[in-house]
C-alpha cells in the first residue's frame, strides 16, 4: 500500500505561481507512474500531467501545457507539480496518484491522495 499526502494548496491571483508537492510512503516509490489530476466543482475530474517511474517521460494535458511542469525526486519519494501562469480555470481540487501504468486514465491508478484546493482569484 502506498500512501500519498499532497500539500502547497492555496489562494493565488490570476498570473500567479503556486508548487504542489506530494510525499508517498509505505510503497516502493520508484516502481510507480505518477499522476497528477484535477476536480472542479461539478466537473469530472481529469488528468492534468503525469511522469514515468524514472522521470523519464512527462506529459501533460492540452490546457496545461507549457504552464506545468512535473517533476520527482526518488530519493526523497516525492512527486511535485510547479504551476505557473495560474488562471481562474485552473481552480480545482488537485490530486495526486500513483500506478503501474504511465497513463493519463484516472482509473489506471490505485493510490490517491486526498487532495489539495487550488484557488485562482483577485
Known amino acids: 500500500q502506498v500512501q500519498l499526502v499532497e500539500s502547497g494548496g492555496g489562494l493565488v491571483q490570476p498570473g500567479g505561481s503556486l508548487r504542489l508537492s506530494c510525499a508517498a510512503s509505505g510503497g516502493t516509490f520508484n516502481r510507480y507512474a505518477m499522476g497528477w489530476f484535477r476536480q472542479a466543482p461539478g466537473k469530472e475530474r481529469e488528468f492534468a500531467a503525469r511522469?514515468?517511474?524514472?522521470?523519464?517521460?512527462?506529459d501533460y494535458a492540452d490546457s496545461v501545457k507549457g504552464r506545468f511542469t512535473i517533476s520527482r525526486d526518488n530519493a526523497k519519494n516525492t512527486v511535485s507539480l510547479q504551476m505557473n501562469s495560474l488562471k481562474p480555470e485552473d481552480t480545482a481540487v488537485y490530486y495526486c496518484?500513483?500506478?503501474?501504468?504511465?497513463?493519463?486514465?484516472?482509473?489506471?491508478?490505485?493510490?490517491w491522495g486526498r487532495g489539495a484546493q487550488v484557488t485562482v482569484s483577485s
Open positions: 496518484a500513483a500506478g503501474n501504468y504511465y497513463t493519463p486514465t484516472p482509473s489506471a491508478y490505485g493510490f
Open positions: 511522469i514515468s517511474w524514472n522521470g523519464g517521460n512527462t
